[in-house]
Nanobody
Framework: VQLQASGGGLVQPGGSLRLSCVAS????????VAWFRQVPGKGREGVSG????????YYADSVKGRFTISRDNAKNTVYLQMNSLKPEDTAVYYC???????????????????WGQGTLVTVSS
């Protein structure tokens, strides 16, 4: 059972990146999935989540209107499209999967069962 996060990198302010979270060993469509981010000295912040039941989504106020979470069940993958990136978006981004369907909304790290390894996003000119 594994989650593999990828797609991070260095981007200029205003640019875009797409993060991918690929599952192996289990069916990601059966789990709520969220993206968290973390900067040194702070806890993990839930930035976006997607339901396993009806595709409902959650976005933190800080990313609303700029980030989009989506699923491709055929590829066992969840994406996070990040547009209009700002320097304050710089962080290590983690994807996580939860047995509990409601976990996608205001995601709490303690409710997630499987974690990807993290991918670094740096927004800088």
């Amino acid at each position: 059972v594994q989650l593999q996060a990828s797609g991070g990198g260095l981007v200029q302010p205003g640019g875009s990146l797409r993060l991918s979270c690929v599952a192996s060993g289990f069916t990601l469509a059966e789990y709520a999935v969220a993206w968290f981010r973390q900067v040194p000295g702070k806890g993990r912040e839930g930035v976006s989540g997607i339901s396993d039941r009806d595709g409902s989504t959650y976005y933190a106020d800080s990313v609303k209107g700029r980030f989009t979470i989506s699923r491709d069940n055929a590829k066992n993958t969840v994406y996070l499209q990040m547009n209009s990136l700002k320097p304050e978006d710089t962080a290590v981004y983690y994807c996580a999967a939860s047995y509990y369907s409601g976990s996608y909304n205001y995601p709490d790290p303690a409710e997630f069962n499987y974690w990807g390894q993290g991918t670094l996003v740096t927004v800088s000119s």
